[in-house]
């Protein structure tokens, strides 16, 4: 570790901290449906839209309709992505007249786009076409994220309105959400990449002639040795710039290209590294400001942001630290950091990044649900690696996807806030309104759905060595990591993985399919019942008794109710994973 390295996370998150509150005080006035610069020519569209959709802007939803405008609008999303990865070959934009995609892999995909996930078992390069990736693929990153921002408002609303049965309307906080905030930042952020170098075209990919032919040997399965001469390269290009500001902006993480953002087309220079990361804690950092606009306590949601602070510092720490430590199993190699080398563990990452860019990179990645990478966690150290999976485990709420960070964060909340109120021998309150069993339960409900979809589809994959073994490229504890990654990664929305292992098969693109759909539609609907119920309720007098929740004495029990919770679900299998690979690591053995 480096003080140049510090000062470039300092840096990082004193930005985001300045930002929280201009972007959270401009998505309350968007959501409170007040006046913003943008209106003279958003509202004219907005209002088109609803003629065209017969919706009525003034029209309350109930908590239910609410869910299930919410489940109609994705599964016809999901059905038109499923559709146009089958039909790719006879559509237009697909100057490499690429194939149909597989009805597994089209099925992951679909449900991966829809659900905020993107995970990518598949070389998008060689298996989407451009209208693919654009009309299947990045329309989906600002559908899903609009959704995600959209439930987090409702839940918002569930908390700040008093005795009403409504939390707002899915359609015009959808479209609000879409048009206010994710489209005009991302134009203006696409812009700004292609200022660094990202490329936006439409071009067929381009062959270039090496410099140096190569060689290359391989033996099949007859046993007989073929030897080949490689005289060309093919460079993959396309509309890359547009998709790469929503997919960080939106919390989304699918890359153009199969490296992700440590492909220099995707992710070039530092400043677009830095920029980047920006984007991907913009908005889950400025809900929390909204959170405390809204419901009246500004200090509530700086509270709020606190704990996910705390949280995301210790990972970077950690992450941090243990990238940079030197490889035990390497003797007699300076592997101190210096002028001419980085020092520490560098498998992996790209050397324009290094070592702590790669380490924040990949736990800011983590602690929202974005999955874009810009290193190969896969190649992180044992610990460095346990950064990355313990930050999807804890519910992807450390500032969190866009909306759902937020939403889940709540879920936490009502729990701190109950467990308070048994402290002192009182019903909890929460911002004058009574947690009641109801509400405990629906937020129990939630934290138990997301672990027993993790847990039990990685049981089944690893006691069925033809389904779940047979395509992992590590073995050992390594190869339970990877096993886990994946899981957790699907069921927290977040898409990155342990890349060591062949995903593309029809055990794990179906399996992991249902743990994304699972993940994020099994989850919404208790979080929205906890809305429903509090938006219901009256307001009592603040006594004192009363547990504030606008003090660091909060931020402290909300960030250990967060630890408790995870370590308790999830270290025993940590044990056998990522710890024991550390153990044995440094006892002389590898995977």
Same mark, same amino acid.
């Given at each position: 570790m480096s003080l140049n390295g510090w000062l470039q996370i300092a840096l990082f998150i004193a930005i985001i901290l300045l930002?929280?509150? *201009?972007?959270?005080?401009?998505?309350?006035?968007?959501?409170? &449906? &007040?006046?913003?610069?943008?209106?003279?020519?958003?509202? !004219?569209?907005?209002?088109?839209?609803?003629?065209?959709?017969?919706?009525?802007?003034?029209?309350?939803?109930?908590?239910?309709?609410?869910?299930?405008?919410?489940?109609?609008?994705?599964?016809?999303?999901?059905?038109?992505?499923?559709? @146009?990865?089958?039909?790719?070959?006879?559509?237009?934009?697909?100057? $490499?007249?690429?194939?149909?995609?597989?009805?597994?892999?089209?099925?992951?995909?679909?449900?991966s786009f829809?659900?905020?996930?993107?995970?990518?078992?598949?070389?998008?390069?060689?298996?989407?076409?451009?209208?693919?990736?654009?009309?299947?693929?990045?329309?989906?990153?600002?559908?899903?994220?609009?959704?995600?921002?959209?439930?987090?408002?409702?839940?918002?609303?569930?908390?700040a309105r008093r005795e009403m049965k409504t939390l707002g309307n899915f359609w015009v906080d959808l479209t609000r959400g879409t048009l206010w905030v994710l489209l005009p930042i991302s134009i203006v952020f696409a812009v700004a990449l292609t200022s660094q170098g990202v490329i936006q075209n439409f071009h067929p990919y381009t062959t270039a002639k090496l410099v140096q *032919?190569?060689?290359?040997?391989?033996? +099949?399965?007859? =046993?007989?040795?073929?030897?080949?001469?490689?005289?060309?390269?093919?460079?993959?290009?396309?509309?890359?710039?547009?998709?790469?500001?929503?997919?960080?902006? +939106?919390?989304?993480?699918?890359?153009?290209?199969?490296?992700?953002?440590?492909?220099?087309?995707?992710? *070039?220079?530092?400043?677009?590294?830095?920029?980047?990361?920006?984007?991907?804690?913009?908005?889950?950092?400025?809900?929390?400001?909204?959170?405390?606009?809204?419901? =009246?306590? !500004?200090?509530? +949601?700086?509270?709020?942001?606190?704990?996910?602070? @705390?949280?995301?510092?210790?990972?970077v720490f950690?992450?941090?630290?243990?990238?940079? $430590?030197?490889?035990?199993?390497?003797?007699?190699?300076?592997?101190?950091?210096?002028?001419? $080398?980085? =020092?520490?563990?560098?498998?992996?990452?790209?050397?324009r990044f290094g070592?702590?860019?790669?380490?924040?990179?990949?736990?800011?990645?983590?602690?929202?649900s974005c999955g874009a990478v810009n290193s190969m966690h896969?190649?992180?150290?044992?610990?460095?690696?346990?950064?990355?999976?313990?930050? @999807?485990?804890?519910?992807?709420?450390?500032?969190?996807?866009v909306g759902a960070g937020l939403y889940g964060m709540l879920v936490f909340v009502v729990i701190a806030v109950f467990i308070a109120g048994l402290m002192v021998g009182r019903t909890p309150e929460y911002l004058g309104k009574k947690i009641e069993a109801y509400d405990v339960q629906m937020a129990m409900l939630y934290l138990l759905i997301f672990p027993l979809i993790i847990l039990g589809f990685a049981a089944v994959a690893v006691l069925m *060595?033809?389904?779940?073994?047979?395509?992992?490229?590590?073995h050992g504890p390594h190869?339970?990591?990877?096993?886990?990654?994946?899981?957790?990664?699907?069921?927290?929305?977040?898409?990155?993985?342990?890349?060591g292992s062949n995903w593309n098969t029809h055990w794990y693109n179906y399996s992991l399919g249902f743990a994304m759909f699972f993940g994020r539609f099994m989850m919404i609907i208790p979080m929205l019942a906890i809305a429903g119920n509090l938006a219901g309720k009256k307001i009592v007098p603040e006594t004192a008794g009363t547990f504030p929740v606008t003090t660091p004495l909060f931020t402290v029990l909300l960030t250990s109710v967060i630890v408790i919770v995870g370590a308790l679900t999830f270290f025993p299998a940590l044990s056998l994973g990522p710890i024991l690979e550390h153990l044995l690591l440094h006892a002389g053995h590898t995977f």
């Open positions: 930002l929280a509150k *201009p972007m959270g005080s401009y998505m309350t006035r968007v959501f409170d &449906r &007040r006046r913003t610069w943008l209106d003279p020519v958003l509202v !004219p569209c907005e209002r088109l839209l609803y003629r065209l959709t017969g919706v009525d802007p003034n029209e309350e939803m109930r908590w239910t309709q609410y869910a299930v405008a919410m489940l109609v609008f994705s599964a016809a999303t999901l059905i038109l992505t499923y559709a @146009i990865q089958r039909l790719q070959q006879f559509l237009p934009l697909n100057p $490499q007249h690429l194939a149909a995609v597989a009805p597994d892999l089209a099925f992951n995909t679909a449900v829809t659900t905020n996930t993107n995970w990518q078992a598949y070389t998008p390069e060689t298996t989407m076409s451009y209208l693919t990736q654009m009309l299947g693929l990045a329309t989906h990153m600002f559908w899903s994220a609009a959704i995600g921002l959209a439930l987090a408002i409702a839940f918002i609303r569930g908390i *032919p190569q060689t290359v040997t391989a033996t +099949g399965s007859d =046993g007989k040795t073929t030897t080949t001469a490689v005289t060309t390269q093919t460079i993959a290009q396309g509309p890359v710039a547009s998709q790469e500001a929503i997919k960080m902006l +939106g919390t989304n993480g699918g890359g153009f290209f199969n490296a992700n953002s440590a492909h220099p087309f995707e992710n *070039p220079t530092a400043l677009s590294n830095f920029l980047q990361m920006l984007s991907i804690f913009l908005i889950p950092a400025g809900l929390t400001v909204t959170l405390g606009t809204m419901v =009246g306590s !500004p200090k509530h +949601g700086w509270a709020v942001l606190a704990a996910m602070t @705390i949280l995301w510092f210790v990972g950690v992450c941090y630290w243990a990238e940079a $430590q030197p490889n035990p199993l390497m003797h007699n190699v300076d592997q101190r950091a210096s002028l001419t $080398q980085s =020092g520490g563990n560098m498998e992996g990452k790209e050397v070592i702590v860019n790669s380490a924040l990179f990949a736990t800011v990645t983590t602690d929202a896969d190649s992180f150290t044992p610990l460095g690696g346990l950064v990355p999976l313990t930050n @999807i485990m804890l519910g992807e709420i450390v500032f969190g996807g *060595p033809n389904l779940g073994l047979s395509s992992l490229l590590n190869g339970l990591s990877e096993i886990l990654y994946a899981y957790a990664s699907a069921t927290g929305n977040n898409g990155s993985a342990f890349a």
